[in-house]
C-alpha cells in the first residue's frame, strides 16, 4: 500500500462512494487520512453503513446527498464541504449508470440519464470543485471511465458514449488546469466484480475471459489502489 497517512489534512470527495469501486476508493482515501465526503443520490444505507465503519476505525468519513446531474444540487453540495472544511482536494468522479439496450431500443429517457449522471455530472462536480482547487493551487480530479468509452460495445451506445466523452473532457481539463497545480487524470476499468457486473451470465463471463490475458474479472482494489497513486 502507499505511505500510511500520506493525505493526511486532505479533504476529499467521492461521488457515488457508498457501492462497489466507490465504496472501496473512499476506504482507500480515508486510510491514507484524507476526511472523505461519501456521496449518494438516492438511499443513504450504504454511504451511512461506510461512514460508521470509517469511524469506528477512527478514520474521517461523511455521507453527503447530492444528484451529481443537478447543477444546483452540485454547488449546495460542495459549498457546504467548503464551508465545513475550508477546501476540496480531490474529487473522485466515479458516480455513473449503464443502462444497456441496442441503438433502436434505447429510450430518450435513458440516453439523457447517462449522459447527465456519466457526463454532466463529472463536469458538474470538476467545474465546481475546481473553484477551491485552484484558491488552494493544489487538486486531484480523478475521473473513472471505462474500457467500453475506448473500444465500445455492441448494446451500449449510450453508456460507450458518456465515457469516451468522459476521457476527451478529461484530457481538456488536465491541459486547462495544470498551471494551478491541479493534476486531472481517468481510469478505464474492464469488467470489475461489482453489483453492475454480477447479473452476468456464466456463458458472457466466458467471452469475456477469451479477452483478458488473466482470465479473471477485475476487482475494486485494482482500481482504488491506483486512485490512491493518483
Not at 203 to 224: A, C, H, V, Y
Request: net charge neutral.
Amino acid at each position: 500500500m502507499f505511505f500510511e497517512k500520506s493525505l493526511e489534512g486532505k479533504i476529499a470527495l467521492v461521488t457515488g462512494g457508498g457501492r462497489g469501486i466507490g465504496r472501496s476508493i473512499s476506504e482507500d482515501l480515508a486510510q491514507l487520512g484524507a476526511k472523505v465526503y461519501i456521496n449518494y443520490s438516492r438511499s443513504s444505507q450504504e454511504a451511512e453503513s461506510l461512514v460508521a465503519e470509517l469511524v469506528s476505525k477512527g478514520l474521517q468519513a461523511e455521507a453527503i446527498k447530492f444528484d451529481v446531474s443537478s447543477e444546483e444540487d452540485v454547488e449546495a453540495g460542495v459549498k457546504s464541504i467548503v464551508e465545513k472544511d475550508g477546501a476540496i482536494h480531490i474529487l473522485v468522479n466515479n458516480a455513473g449508470v449503464a443502462i444497456d439496450g441496442l441503438l433502436m431500443r434505447t429510450k430518450m429517457d435513458d440516453w439523457d440519464k447517462t449522459i447527465d449522471i456519466n457526463l454532466k455530472g463529472a463536469f458538474l462536480c470538476s467545474k465546481v470543485a475546481s473553484k477551491s482547487m485552484m484558491k488552494a493551487r493544489w487538486g486531484r480530479i480523478i475521473n473513472i471511465s471505462s474500457i467500453i468509452g475506448e473500444s465500445g460495445n455492441a448494446g451500449q451506445v449510450a453508456y460507450s458514449a458518456s465515457k469516451a466523452g468522459l476521457l476527451g473532457m478529461t484530457k481538456s481539463l488536465a491541459k486547462e488546469l495544470a498551471s494551478r497545480n491541479i493534476t486531472v487524470n481517468a481510469i478505464t476499468p474492464g469488467y470489475i466484480t461489482t453489483d453492475m457486473t454480477a447479473n452476468i451470465t456464466d456463458e458472457m463471463k466466458e467471452k469475456m475471459f477469451q479477452s483478458i490475458p488473466l482470465g479473471r474479472l477485475g476487482n475494486t482494489k485494482d482500481i482504488s489502489n491506483l486512485v490512491s497513486f493518483l
